[in-house]
Protein backbone atom coordinates (compact mmCIF):
# COMPACT_ATOMS: atom_id res chain seq x y z
CA UNK A 1 0.00 0.00 0.00
CA UNK A 2 1.23 3.47 -0.78
CA UNK A 3 0.31 5.94 1.86
CA UNK A 4 0.17 9.63 2.11
CA UNK A 5 0.48 11.92 5.34
CA UNK A 6 -0.02 15.41 5.46
CA UNK A 7 2.01 17.65 7.85
CA UNK A 8 5.83 17.92 8.84
CA UNK A 9 6.36 18.24 12.36
CA UNK A 10 6.76 15.91 15.58
CA UNK A 11 2.96 14.91 15.09
CA UNK A 12 3.70 13.64 11.66
CA UNK A 13 6.83 12.42 12.61
CA UNK A 14 5.17 9.82 15.50
CA UNK A 15 2.19 8.85 13.14
CA UNK A 16 4.57 7.91 10.20
CA UNK A 17 6.68 5.69 12.52
CA UNK A 18 3.75 3.82 14.02
CA UNK A 19 2.00 3.52 10.30
CA UNK A 20 5.60 1.97 9.28
CA UNK A 21 5.16 -1.24 12.14
CA UNK A 22 2.09 -2.31 9.33
CA UNK A 23 4.34 -4.78 7.03
CA UNK A 24 1.34 -4.35 4.15
CA UNK A 25 2.86 -0.40 3.40
CA UNK A 26 5.07 -0.17 0.91
CA UNK A 27 5.62 3.30 0.80
CA UNK A 28 4.84 6.52 2.80
CA UNK A 29 5.18 9.96 1.48
CA UNK A 30 5.06 13.18 3.78
CA UNK A 31 4.02 16.67 2.57
CA UNK A 32 5.91 18.37 2.95
CA UNK A 33 7.72 16.13 6.05
CA UNK A 34 11.10 17.11 7.58
CA UNK A 35 14.69 16.53 8.01
CA UNK A 36 14.18 13.86 10.68
CA UNK A 37 10.98 12.26 8.80
CA UNK A 38 13.34 12.15 5.59
CA UNK A 39 14.44 9.03 7.26
CA UNK A 40 11.12 7.21 7.70
CA UNK A 41 9.03 8.65 4.67
CA UNK A 42 9.57 10.49 1.17
CA UNK A 43 9.30 14.09 1.44
CA UNK A 44 7.40 15.81 -1.12
CA UNK A 45 8.19 19.67 -1.48
CA UNK A 46 4.53 20.50 -1.20
CA UNK A 47 3.21 22.70 1.95
CA UNK A 48 0.51 21.46 3.66
CA UNK A 49 -1.71 24.02 3.04
CA UNK A 50 -1.36 24.13 -0.60
CA UNK A 51 -3.96 21.75 -1.52
CA UNK A 52 -3.86 22.13 -5.05
CA UNK A 53 -0.58 21.01 -5.39
CA UNK A 54 -1.50 18.01 -2.51
CA UNK A 55 -4.20 16.79 -5.27
CA UNK A 56 -1.99 17.04 -8.13
CA UNK A 57 0.73 15.15 -6.57
CA UNK A 58 -1.30 12.68 -5.58
CA UNK A 59 -3.37 12.66 -9.49
CA UNK A 60 0.63 12.18 -11.21
CA UNK A 61 1.35 9.08 -8.35
CA UNK A 62 -2.00 7.87 -9.42
CA UNK A 63 -0.97 4.47 -6.86
CA UNK A 64 -2.37 6.63 -3.69
CA UNK A 65 -4.38 3.91 -1.46
CA UNK A 66 -5.02 6.13 1.82
CA UNK A 67 -4.16 9.65 3.30
CA UNK A 68 -3.75 10.87 6.47
CA UNK A 69 -4.67 14.63 6.97
CA UNK A 70 -3.36 15.65 10.71
CA UNK A 71 -2.73 19.09 10.91
CA UNK A 72 -6.13 21.66 11.51
CA UNK A 73 -5.71 23.88 8.26
CA UNK A 74 -5.66 21.22 5.70
CA UNK A 75 -8.80 19.71 7.91
CA UNK A 76 -10.19 23.38 7.80
CA UNK A 77 -9.55 23.93 4.32
CA UNK A 78 -11.40 20.60 2.96
CA UNK A 79 -8.31 18.68 2.35
CA UNK A 80 -10.15 15.24 3.14
CA UNK A 81 -13.17 16.47 1.13
CA UNK A 82 -10.90 16.86 -2.19
CA UNK A 83 -8.54 14.01 -1.72
CA UNK A 84 -12.03 11.70 -1.12
CA UNK A 85 -13.39 13.70 -4.54
CA UNK A 86 -10.40 11.88 -6.39
CA UNK A 87 -11.27 8.27 -4.68
CA UNK A 88 -8.69 8.24 -2.35
CA UNK A 89 -9.67 7.41 1.48
CA UNK A 90 -8.82 9.54 4.18
CA UNK A 91 -8.23 9.45 7.86
CA UNK A 92 -9.64 12.97 9.04
CA UNK A 93 -12.69 14.81 9.45
CA UNK A 94 -14.49 16.55 5.99
CA UNK A 95 -14.24 20.45 6.50
CA UNK A 96 -18.05 20.48 7.58
CA UNK A 97 -17.19 18.61 10.45
CA UNK A 98 -13.30 20.37 11.23
CA UNK A 99 -15.62 23.55 12.04
CA UNK A 100 -15.37 22.12 15.66
CA UNK A 101 -11.41 23.49 15.84
CA UNK A 102 -11.68 26.02 13.06
CA UNK A 103 -14.57 28.30 14.90
CA UNK A 104 -14.66 28.74 18.40
CA UNK A 105 -18.08 30.51 18.16
CA UNK A 106 -19.69 27.29 16.36
CA UNK A 107 -17.96 24.81 19.33
CA UNK A 108 -19.08 26.77 21.75
CA UNK A 109 -22.84 27.23 20.10
CA UNK A 110 -22.63 23.69 20.02
CA UNK A 111 -21.68 22.64 23.49
CA UNK A 112 -24.37 24.86 24.91
CA UNK A 113 -27.27 23.83 22.33
CA UNK A 114 -26.47 20.25 23.66
CA UNK A 115 -25.65 20.49 26.86
CA UNK A 116 -22.52 19.62 26.96
CA UNK A 117 -20.08 21.01 29.54
CA UNK A 118 -18.04 23.86 29.32
CA UNK A 119 -17.00 27.28 30.36
CA UNK A 120 -19.94 29.95 30.53
CA UNK A 121 -19.32 32.16 27.35
CA UNK A 122 -20.57 35.18 24.59
CA UNK A 123 -19.59 36.10 21.30
CA UNK A 124 -19.14 39.31 19.58
CA UNK A 125 -18.52 40.45 16.06
CA UNK A 126 -19.01 43.89 17.31
CA UNK A 127 -16.04 44.95 19.28
CA UNK A 128 -17.83 47.97 21.20
CA UNK A 129 -20.62 45.40 22.61
CA UNK A 130 -17.41 42.94 23.81
CA UNK A 131 -15.41 46.40 25.41
CA UNK A 132 -19.13 46.83 26.84
CA UNK A 133 -19.52 43.85 28.00
CA UNK A 134 -16.15 43.49 29.65
CA UNK A 135 -16.83 46.53 32.12
CA UNK A 136 -19.19 44.38 34.15
CA UNK A 137 -17.72 40.92 33.49
CA UNK A 138 -16.27 38.75 35.90
CA UNK A 139 -12.22 38.61 36.11
CA UNK A 140 -9.94 37.05 35.33
CA UNK A 141 -11.89 36.63 32.32
CA UNK A 142 -10.45 34.40 28.84
CA UNK A 143 -10.97 36.19 25.39
CA UNK A 144 -10.62 33.81 22.45
CA UNK A 145 -10.44 34.65 18.62
CA UNK A 146 -13.14 32.89 16.56
CA UNK A 147 -10.76 31.10 13.74
CA UNK A 148 -7.50 29.72 13.86
CA UNK A 149 -4.69 31.43 15.43
CA UNK A 150 -1.71 29.01 15.51
CA UNK A 151 -2.69 28.25 18.75
CA UNK A 152 -2.06 32.09 20.09
CA UNK A 153 -5.57 33.37 19.63
CA UNK A 154 -6.43 32.56 23.62
CA UNK A 155 -5.69 35.56 26.01
CA UNK A 156 -6.38 34.65 29.64
CA UNK A 157 -6.77 38.74 31.49
CA UNK A 158 -5.98 39.33 34.68
CA UNK A 159 -7.38 42.41 34.76
CA UNK A 160 -10.48 44.64 32.93
CA UNK A 161 -7.43 46.87 31.01
CA UNK A 162 -5.86 43.72 29.76
CA UNK A 163 -9.31 42.26 28.91
CA UNK A 164 -10.08 45.16 26.45
CA UNK A 165 -6.67 45.35 25.52
CA UNK A 166 -7.46 41.69 23.76
CA UNK A 167 -10.38 42.63 22.48
CA UNK A 168 -8.61 45.21 20.43
CA UNK A 169 -5.68 43.29 19.48
CA UNK A 170 -8.01 40.90 18.06
CA UNK A 171 -10.85 43.14 16.49
CA UNK A 172 -9.21 46.35 15.68
CA UNK A 173 -5.92 45.45 14.95
CA UNK A 174 -6.32 42.13 13.18
CA UNK A 175 -3.40 40.53 14.88
CA UNK A 176 -4.79 37.31 14.12
CA UNK A 177 -5.96 38.57 10.96
CA UNK A 178 -9.75 37.29 10.12
CA UNK A 179 -9.64 34.80 13.04
CA UNK A 180 -10.60 37.84 15.40
CA UNK A 181 -13.51 39.20 13.00
CA UNK A 182 -15.95 36.93 15.91
CA UNK A 183 -14.69 36.46 19.76
CA UNK A 184 -15.95 34.27 22.35
CA UNK A 185 -15.13 35.83 26.04
CA UNK A 186 -15.85 33.37 28.61
CA UNK A 187 -15.63 32.74 32.34
CA UNK A 188 -12.13 31.51 33.46
CA UNK A 189 -12.39 27.97 34.83
CA UNK A 190 -9.44 26.41 37.19
CA UNK A 191 -8.27 22.80 37.58
CA UNK A 192 -5.87 20.10 35.99
CA UNK A 193 -5.97 19.76 32.34
CA UNK A 194 -5.86 16.60 30.77
CA UNK A 195 -5.80 15.89 27.09
CA UNK A 196 -7.94 13.04 25.70
CA UNK A 197 -7.34 12.06 21.81
CA UNK A 198 -10.14 9.83 20.53
CA UNK A 199 -10.64 7.41 17.28
CA UNK A 200 -14.66 8.42 16.46
CA UNK A 201 -16.54 7.08 13.35
CA UNK A 202 -19.23 9.13 13.98
CA UNK A 203 -21.12 5.91 15.42
CA UNK A 204 -18.51 4.91 18.22
CA UNK A 205 -15.99 6.67 20.07
CA UNK A 206 -13.06 4.97 21.42
CA UNK A 207 -10.53 7.35 23.85
CA UNK A 208 -6.94 6.90 23.70
CA UNK A 209 -4.90 6.53 26.44
CA UNK A 210 -5.45 10.21 28.16
CA UNK A 211 -1.90 12.68 28.21
CA UNK A 212 -0.70 15.81 30.01
CA UNK A 213 0.64 18.56 27.93
CA UNK A 214 3.36 21.33 29.08
CA UNK A 215 2.47 24.70 27.18
CA UNK A 216 4.11 27.23 28.76
CA UNK A 217 7.74 27.47 27.93
CA UNK A 218 9.57 27.60 31.65
CA UNK A 219 9.68 25.17 34.52
CA UNK A 220 7.11 25.84 37.18
CA UNK A 221 4.19 26.73 34.11
CA UNK A 222 5.99 30.23 33.76
CA UNK A 223 6.82 31.98 30.76
CA UNK A 224 4.93 31.83 27.50
CA UNK A 225 2.46 30.17 26.00
CA UNK A 226 3.84 27.68 23.12
CA UNK A 227 3.07 24.77 21.34
CA UNK A 228 3.84 22.30 23.79
CA UNK A 229 7.00 21.77 25.70
CA UNK A 230 6.49 17.79 26.47
CA UNK A 231 4.11 15.59 27.61
CA UNK A 232 3.06 12.50 29.99
CA UNK A 233 1.13 9.81 29.45
CA UNK A 234 -1.43 8.22 31.32
CA UNK A 235 -2.54 11.40 32.96
CA UNK A 236 -3.01 10.53 36.66
CA UNK A 237 -5.76 13.19 36.98
CA UNK A 238 -7.72 11.38 34.58
CA UNK A 239 -8.99 8.38 36.95
CA UNK A 240 -11.90 5.99 35.93
CA UNK A 241 -14.96 7.54 37.90
CA UNK A 242 -13.49 11.35 35.85
CA UNK A 243 -13.67 9.20 32.36
CA UNK A 244 -16.40 7.35 32.95
CA UNK A 245 -18.19 11.10 33.17
CA UNK A 246 -16.47 12.12 29.94
CA UNK A 247 -17.87 9.55 27.98
CA UNK A 248 -21.36 10.28 29.07
CA UNK A 249 -21.28 14.34 29.80
CA UNK A 250 -18.70 14.66 26.70
CA UNK A 251 -17.50 12.42 23.98
CA UNK A 252 -21.03 10.40 22.95
CA UNK A 253 -22.98 13.82 23.46
CA UNK A 254 -20.59 15.66 21.22
CA UNK A 255 -20.61 13.19 18.61
CA UNK A 256 -23.98 12.79 18.46
CA UNK A 257 -24.33 16.32 18.00
CA UNK A 258 -22.09 16.56 15.13
CA UNK A 259 -24.19 13.85 13.48
CA UNK A 260 -27.60 15.83 14.19
CA UNK A 261 -25.81 19.07 12.96
CA UNK A 262 -25.09 17.09 9.85
CA UNK A 263 -21.65 17.27 10.15
CA UNK A 264 -20.88 13.59 11.13
CA UNK A 265 -16.80 13.92 12.71
CA UNK A 266 -14.51 11.03 10.99
CA UNK A 267 -10.89 10.79 12.29
CA UNK A 268 -9.58 12.11 15.32
CA UNK A 269 -11.25 14.12 18.13
CA UNK A 270 -9.30 15.64 20.62
CA UNK A 271 -10.70 16.89 23.87
CA UNK A 272 -9.37 19.50 26.03
CA UNK A 273 -10.36 18.95 29.43
CA UNK A 274 -10.34 20.60 32.71
CA UNK A 275 -11.24 18.58 35.64
CA UNK A 276 -12.80 21.20 37.80
CA UNK A 277 -14.68 21.15 41.10
CA UNK A 278 -17.89 20.88 38.92
CA UNK A 279 -16.59 17.99 36.99
CA UNK A 280 -14.77 17.78 33.56
CA UNK A 281 -15.43 20.96 30.94
CA UNK A 282 -14.22 21.32 27.38
CA UNK A 283 -11.81 24.16 27.45
CA UNK A 284 -11.44 23.39 23.50
CA UNK A 285 -12.11 20.44 21.05
CA UNK A 286 -9.48 20.35 18.11
CA UNK A 287 -10.08 17.96 15.08
CA UNK A 288 -6.97 16.52 14.89
CA UNK A 289 -4.11 14.32 16.97
CA UNK A 290 -2.59 16.66 19.61
CA UNK A 291 1.28 17.99 18.77
CA UNK A 292 2.88 16.81 21.72
CA UNK A 293 0.26 14.79 22.44
CA UNK A 294 0.20 12.16 19.30
CA UNK A 295 4.70 11.69 20.77
CA UNK A 296 3.35 9.93 24.12
CA UNK A 297 -0.02 8.47 22.82
CA UNK A 298 1.07 6.48 19.38
CA UNK A 299 3.92 4.83 21.50
CA UNK A 300 1.62 3.37 23.82
CA UNK A 301 -0.68 2.39 20.88
CA UNK A 302 -0.59 -1.77 20.88
CA UNK A 303 -2.89 -2.27 17.99
CA UNK A 304 -2.30 -1.62 13.89
CA UNK A 305 -2.57 2.14 13.65
CA UNK A 306 -3.45 1.97 10.01
CA UNK A 307 -6.00 -0.78 10.56
CA UNK A 308 -7.61 1.72 13.30
CA UNK A 309 -7.49 4.22 10.54
CA UNK A 310 -9.30 2.36 7.92
CA UNK A 311 -11.82 1.38 10.36
CA UNK A 312 -12.62 5.02 10.93
CA UNK A 313 -13.02 5.63 7.48
CA UNK A 314 -15.00 2.91 6.20
CA UNK A 315 -17.49 3.17 9.55
CA UNK A 316 -16.34 -0.14 11.18
CA UNK A 317 -14.68 1.14 14.41
CA UNK A 318 -16.72 -0.87 16.70
CA UNK A 319 -15.92 -4.13 15.52
CA UNK A 320 -12.00 -2.84 15.79
CA UNK A 321 -9.23 -3.72 18.47
CA UNK A 322 -7.93 -0.24 19.90
CA UNK A 323 -5.48 -1.31 22.70
CA UNK A 324 -3.16 0.40 24.58
CA UNK A 325 -0.05 -0.89 27.11
CA UNK A 326 -0.44 -0.09 30.51
CA UNK A 327 3.32 0.93 30.09
CA UNK A 328 4.01 4.99 30.78
CA UNK A 329 5.30 7.62 28.01
CA UNK A 330 7.14 10.90 28.57
CA UNK A 331 8.22 13.16 25.65
CA UNK A 332 10.47 16.10 26.43
CA UNK A 333 10.58 19.01 23.77
CA UNK A 334 13.98 20.05 22.69
CA UNK A 335 13.53 23.81 21.22
CA UNK A 336 16.13 26.22 19.89
CA UNK A 337 16.67 28.88 22.49
CA UNK A 338 14.37 31.74 22.62
CA UNK A 339 11.36 30.17 21.58
CA UNK A 340 8.36 31.05 21.32
CA UNK A 341 10.02 34.54 20.79
CA UNK A 342 12.95 34.92 18.56
CA UNK A 343 15.04 32.20 18.20
CA UNK A 344 18.36 30.95 15.35
CA UNK A 345 17.68 28.52 13.07
CA UNK A 346 20.47 26.68 11.12
CA UNK A 347 22.12 25.14 13.92
CA UNK A 348 23.77 21.35 13.23
CA UNK A 349 22.02 18.46 15.11
CA UNK A 350 23.86 15.87 17.39
CA UNK A 351 21.70 13.26 18.59
CA UNK A 352 23.53 10.33 20.66
CA UNK A 353 22.58 6.49 20.87
CA UNK A 354 19.47 6.47 22.59
CA UNK A 355 18.97 4.29 25.30
CA UNK A 356 15.66 1.90 26.49
CA UNK A 357 12.14 1.88 24.40
CA UNK A 358 12.93 5.64 23.57
CA UNK A 359 12.15 7.00 19.84
CA UNK A 360 13.61 10.86 18.48
CA UNK A 361 10.43 12.70 16.84
CA UNK A 362 12.23 15.45 14.91
CA UNK A 363 9.63 18.64 14.85
CA UNK A 364 11.43 21.65 13.33
CA UNK A 365 14.52 20.50 11.05
CA UNK A 366 15.81 20.27 7.73
CA UNK A 367 18.80 18.30 5.73
CA UNK A 368 21.56 20.43 4.14
CA UNK A 369 23.88 18.07 2.32
CA UNK A 370 22.85 15.17 4.39
CA UNK A 371 23.52 17.23 7.82
CA UNK A 372 20.24 17.57 10.22
CA UNK A 373 19.70 21.57 11.11
CA UNK A 374 17.31 23.15 13.07
CA UNK A 375 14.71 25.41 11.55
CA UNK A 376 11.82 25.60 13.46
CA UNK A 377 11.30 26.69 17.48
CA UNK A 378 10.26 22.68 18.91
CA UNK A 379 13.19 21.27 16.97
CA UNK A 380 12.68 17.27 18.18
CA UNK A 381 11.23 15.31 20.94
CA UNK A 382 12.65 12.66 22.66
CA UNK A 383 10.04 10.43 23.78
CA UNK A 384 10.60 6.97 26.24
CA UNK A 385 8.25 4.49 27.22
CA UNK A 386 8.77 2.62 30.46
CA UNK A 387 6.68 0.60 33.12
CA UNK A 388 6.18 3.38 35.44
CA UNK A 389 5.97 7.17 34.78
CA UNK A 390 8.83 7.68 37.43
CA UNK A 391 11.33 5.56 34.88
CA UNK A 392 9.96 6.85 31.79
CA UNK A 393 10.74 10.70 32.87
CA UNK A 394 14.21 9.47 33.97
CA UNK A 395 15.15 7.84 30.77
CA UNK A 396 13.93 10.86 28.75
CA UNK A 397 15.68 12.80 30.30
CA UNK A 398 18.72 10.36 29.80
CA UNK A 399 18.38 10.77 26.03
CA UNK A 400 17.65 14.38 26.27
CA UNK A 401 21.47 14.89 27.15
CA UNK A 402 22.43 13.35 24.16
CA UNK A 403 20.73 15.44 21.89
CA UNK A 404 22.82 18.53 21.03
CA UNK A 405 22.82 21.99 19.01
CA UNK A 406 23.61 25.10 19.59
CA UNK A 407 21.24 26.81 22.58
CA UNK A 408 19.13 23.82 22.91
CA UNK A 409 16.64 24.14 25.42
CA UNK A 410 14.20 21.76 27.24
CA UNK A 411 12.07 22.15 30.57
CA UNK A 412 13.33 20.38 33.28
CA UNK A 413 9.65 19.58 34.68
CA UNK A 414 7.76 17.69 32.27
CA UNK A 415 5.81 15.25 33.84
CA UNK A 416 6.53 16.42 37.56
CA UNK A 417 3.44 17.46 38.87
CA UNK A 418 1.66 13.96 37.44
CA UNK A 419 4.75 11.87 39.36
CA UNK A 420 3.44 14.35 42.85
CA UNK A 421 -0.49 13.20 41.94
CA UNK A 422 0.68 9.69 41.37
CA UNK A 423 2.17 9.57 44.85
CA UNK A 424 -0.81 11.75 46.61
P1 LIG B 1 -6.42 26.73 23.73
O1 LIG B 1 -5.60 27.48 22.72
O2 LIG B 1 -7.88 26.78 23.50
O3 LIG B 1 -5.84 25.35 23.95
O4 LIG B 1 -6.17 27.46 25.13
C1 LIG B 1 -4.88 27.57 25.60
C2 LIG B 1 -4.87 27.38 27.08
O5 LIG B 1 -5.59 28.46 27.70
C3 LIG B 1 -5.58 26.13 27.60
O6 LIG B 1 -4.79 24.99 27.54
C4 LIG B 1 -5.88 26.54 29.01
O7 LIG B 1 -4.76 26.37 29.83
C5 LIG B 1 -6.17 28.00 28.89
N1 LIG B 1 -7.62 28.25 28.86
C6 LIG B 1 -8.42 28.26 27.78
N2 LIG B 1 -9.69 28.52 28.15
C7 LIG B 1 -9.69 28.67 29.49
C8 LIG B 1 -10.71 28.93 30.46
N3 LIG B 1 -11.97 29.13 30.12
N4 LIG B 1 -10.33 29.02 31.76
C9 LIG B 1 -9.04 28.85 32.11
N5 LIG B 1 -8.06 28.60 31.25
C10 LIG B 1 -8.37 28.50 29.94
N1 LIG C 1 -0.98 20.24 22.33
C1 LIG C 1 -2.11 21.00 22.03
C2 LIG C 1 -2.56 20.95 20.65
O1 LIG C 1 -2.14 20.13 19.86
O2 LIG C 1 -3.39 21.77 20.28
Given amino acids: MNIMVIGGGGREHAIIKKLAENKSIT ?34 KGDIDYAVVAPDDPLAMGCVDVLEGMGIPCFGPDAKAAIIEASKVFSKDLMKKYGIPTAQYETFDDMDKALAYLENAPIPTVIKADGLALGKGVIIAQTRDEAKAAVRKMMEEKAFGASGNQIVIEEFLTGPEVSVLSFTDGKTIVPMISSQDHKRALDGDQGLNTGGMGTVAPNPYYTEDVAKECMDTIFLPTIEAMNKEGRTFKGCLYFGLMITENGPKVIEYNCRFGDPETQVVLPLLESDLLTIMQAVTEQRL ?68 APTLKEAIDTAYRNVEKIDFEKAYYRKDIGKRALEVERS
Fill in 318 to 385: AETEVKFSDESACCVVVASGGYPASYEKGKEIFIGEMEGKTDVFIAGAKLEEGVLKTSGGRVLGVTSV
Fill in 27 to 60: KIYALPGNGGIAADAECVDVKATDIDSIKAFAAE
